[in-house]
C-alpha cells in the first residue's frame, strides 16, 4: 500500500508576480526550490491565506536568490501580489518510506527570504 505524505511546504511565501498572460504554472526561487528538495515540473498544491483559494498547478524555476514567487496563467486570477500563500508538494510512499519521512519546511519572511526550517509541524493543542 502507498500513502501520499506531504514531502515540502513553502510557508507563508508572500507573491511576488501574477501574471496571466504566461504559460500556467508557478516561477519559485531556484534556492527555495533546492532548500525544499522540490522539482521543475512538480505538481505543487498553493493555498492562499488572504482569500481561502486551493488550487493545483506546477513549478518552474525561477532565478536563484530573487524571492521570485510568480502565480502565472489562469491561476493568476486566485492570487495576487503580496498575497500570502502556502506551496505543498507530496509524493507517495511505501508504509517503511512513511515511517521514516520527515518533510521539508521551510518558513518565510514577507520578503520570501528563509527564517528557519524543520521537518515536524507541532502538534496541535486544544
Same mark, same amino acid.
Given at each position: ?14 507573491? =511576488? ?6 504559460? #500556467? +504554472?508557478?516561477? $519559485?526561487?531556484? @534556492? ?13 498544491q498553493i493555498y492562499n491565506l488572504e482569500n481561502g483559494e486551493?488550487?493545483? =498547478? ?6 536563484? #536568490? +530573487?524571492?521570485? $514567487?510568480?502565480? @502565472?496563467?489562469a491561476a493568476a486570477h486566485l ?48
Amino acid at each position: 500500500m502507498q500513502t501520499t505524505l506531504l514531502k515540502a511546504k513553502l510557508h507563508q511565501a508572500r507573491v =511576488t508576480h501574477a501574471v496571466l498572460e504566461y504559460e #500556467g +504554472s508557478c516561477a $519559485i526561487d531556484g @534556492n527555495l526550490l533546492d532548500m525544499a528538495g522540490m522539482h521543475e515540473y512538480e505538481q505543487i498544491q498553493i493555498y492562499n491565506l488572504e482569500n481561502g483559494e486551493r488550487f493545483t =498547478t506546477y513549478i518552474i524555476r525561477g532565478e536563484p #536568490g +530573487s524571492g521570485i $514567487i510568480s502565480v @502565472n496563467g489562469a491561476a493568476a486570477h486566485l492570487a495576487e501580489v503580496g498575497d500570502r500563500v502556502i506551496i505543498c508538494a507530496y509524493a507517495h510512499f511505501t508504509e517503511a518510506e512513511r515511517a521514516q519521512h520527515k518533510p521539508a519546511l521551510i518558513y518565510l519572511t514577507e520578503g520570501n527570504q528563509v527564517t528557519h526550517t524543520s521537518h515536524a509541524i507541532p502538534v496541535q493543542v486544544a
